[in-house]
């Protein structure tokens, strides 16, 4: 298994940027495929971005296509995720997780991911 802790969350304006992070510990980071969702009040968990083993494939939520950017270093054994013009509709907690489901597609439903962060809270104020 493996252990996730994210970092990076934080109040900011709207239009701004904050970059979070996901450490994971473990010897076999590069084997799982790892994601970012996000929960608001009142809403469901809800799929953001993922990035497949190797760093060279992503896929986007509509809501978040051009403004998040996803990254790995897989020798630092850390995701990142990158906001940028950030807005109110943004704000939630978000977490890490990690999957090792491969069916050939992306990993878009919570259930797929075994291992979760305890989340990192982003604020977007207006």
């Known amino acids: 298994q493996v252990q996730l802790v994210e970092s990076g969350g934080g109040l900011v304006q709207a239009g701004g940027s904050l970059r979070l992070s996901c450490a994971a510990s473990g010897r076999t980071f590069s084997q799982y495929v790892m994601g970012w969702f996000r929960q608001a009040p009142g809403k469901e968990r809800e799929f953001v971005v993922t990035v497949n083993r190797s760093g060279g494939r992503t896929y986007y939520a509509d809501s978040v296509k051009g403004r998040f950017t996803i990254s790995r270093d897989n020798s630092k054994n850390t995701v990142y995720l990158q906001m940028n013009t950030l807005q109110p509709e943004d704000t939630a907690v978000y977490y890490c997780?990690?999957?090792?489901?491969?069916?050939?597609?992306?990993?878009?439903?919570?259930?797929?991911?075994?291992?979760w962060g305890q989340g990192t809270q982003v604020t977007v104020s207006s």
């Open positions: 997780a990690a999957s090792r489901v491969d069916t050939g597609s992306y990993n878009i439903a919570p259930s797929q991911y075994a291992y």
